[in-house]
Nanobody, 115 residues
Framework: QVQLVESGGGLVQAGGSLRLSCAAS????????MGWYRQVPGKPRESVAT???????SYANFVKGRFTISRDDAKNTVYLQMNSLKPEDTAVYYC?????????WGQGTQVTVSS
């Protein structure tokens, strides 16, 4: 059972930055994809940024140029650097790993951007 633990959320003013971290309980070697989703109440979870097994990255259009996904395999940790934050970025952010046809989720971390 893979466990993912997010941290780094909080309250920030518009235009500010936050860095989210997601620590995994095991190596990323088995993952075919990993990354970040976000969700606001009443709306479906939406993809924010992804690493594929080949190491390429992809971003949602609404975060391109502002957010950067990165990883430290030695620490089994994936990061999401969020810059130029906007009030509409307010959401619970979840990290995930896709391993052998199953998706594992973290518990989520709240990001609130004030105007």
């Amino acid at each position: 059972q893979v466990q993912l633990v997010e941290s780094g959320g909080g309250l920030v003013q518009a235009g500010g930055s936050l860095r989210l971290s997601c620590a995994a309980s095991e190596t990323f070697l088995r993952a075919t994809a990993m990354g970040w989703y976000r969700q606001v109440p009443g709306k479906p979870r939406e993809s924010v940024a992804t690493f594929t097994s080949g190491g390429s990255t992809s971003y949602a259009n609404f975060v391109k140029g502002r957010f950067t996904i990165s990883r430290d395999d030695a620490k089994n940790t994936v990061y999401l650097q969020m810059n130029s934050l906007k009030p509409e970025d307010t959401a619970v952010y979840y990290c995930y790993e896709h391993i052998a046809g199953r998706i594992y989720w973290g518990q989520g971390t709240q990001v609130t951007v004030s105007s």
